[in-house]
Nanobody, 119 residues
Framework: QVQLVESGGGLVQPGGSLRLSCVTS????????IGWFRQAPGKEREGVVC????????YYADSVKGRFTISRDNAKNTVYLQMNSLKPEDTAVYYC????????????WGQGTQVTVSS
């Protein structure tokens, strides 16, 4: 069955870095866009970044541009989110989700991984 499993979260000091992984199974990653989302306590879920399937086009939220980088390794069925210069406001549960072809209508979601930025 389709699965997306996030990992790599943790506690990091402001200014630090983390790399999240989204390992997929049950479908051919080559044909799917993958988005990263986050939800902080008491806030709505927000889109962070998405990478499309074909040309690997990327779409970043303004709040993370220049600090976060998404990449994909289809051979490893994995999408990565490199997060640098982390801020306390980046604290949230981070989720990855799949959409066929282009970023937009996400059909499958992972269980999330907690990222906490604090001194």
């Amino acid at each position: 069955q389709v699965q997306l499993v996030e990992s790599g979260g943790g506690l990091v000091q402001p200014g630090g870095s983390l790399r999240l992984s989204c390992v997929t199974s049950g479908f051919t990653l080559d044909y799917y866009a993958i988005g990263w989302f986050r939800q902080a306590p008491g806030k709505e879920r927000e889109g962070v970044v998405c990478i499309s399937s074909s040309h690997g086009s990327t779409y970043y939220a303004d709040s993370v541009k220049g600090r976060f980088t998404i990449s994909r390794d289809n051979a490893k069925n994995t999408v990565y989110l490199q997060m640098n210069s982390l801020k306390p406001e980046d604290t949230a549960v981070y989720y990855c989700a799949s959409a066929y072809g282009v970023c937009g209508e996400y059909d499958y979601w992972g269980q999330g991984t907690q990222v906490t930025v604090s001194s």
